[in-house]
């Protein structure tokens, strides 16, 4: 069991960048894939980036290939979500997520055990 606490969010212009952070409680957090994903208004909840437990392998949705970067820090049971080249499609609710599962299927918001409050994001000038 694992609870979610995601931070960094906020109103940055277009081309900007943010860090979005979310601190796991879990003491076994090294044992879980980590993700985020974002839902828009009006949208349904999109898969963005997801980094697995063991290698640190990462994998992203192709709208943000080269611009996001997600990473995690399991001494302080903390994975990141660094944000450059903002767009204003990027605007959203930002949630982490994480899971002990397999790595397949990480697009799947249904593959994911434990979810975090959400964190604004919102790209605009």
């Known amino acids: 069991q694992v609870q979610l606490v995601e931070s960094g969010g906020g109103l940055v212009q277009p081309g900007g960048s943010l860090r979005l952070s979310c601190a796991a409680s879990d003491y076994t957090f090294s044992n879980y894939h980590m993700g985020w994903f974002r839902q828009a208004p009006g949208k349904e909840r999109e898969f963005v980036a997801a980094i697995s437990r063991s290698t640190s392998r990462t994998y992203y949705v192709d709208s943000v290939k080269g611009r996001f970067t997600i990473s995690r820090d399991n001494a302080k049971n903390t994975v990141y979500l660094q944000m450059n080249s903002l767009k204003s499609e990027d605007t959203a609710v930002y949630y982490c997520?994480?899971?002990?599962?397999?790595?397949?299927?990480?697009?799947?918001?249904?593959?994911?055990?434990?979810w975090g409050q959400g964190t604004q994001v919102t790209v605009s000038s």
């Open positions: 997520a994480a899971t002990n599962r397999a790595w397949v299927g990480m697009e799947g918001p249904r593959e994911w055990h434990y």
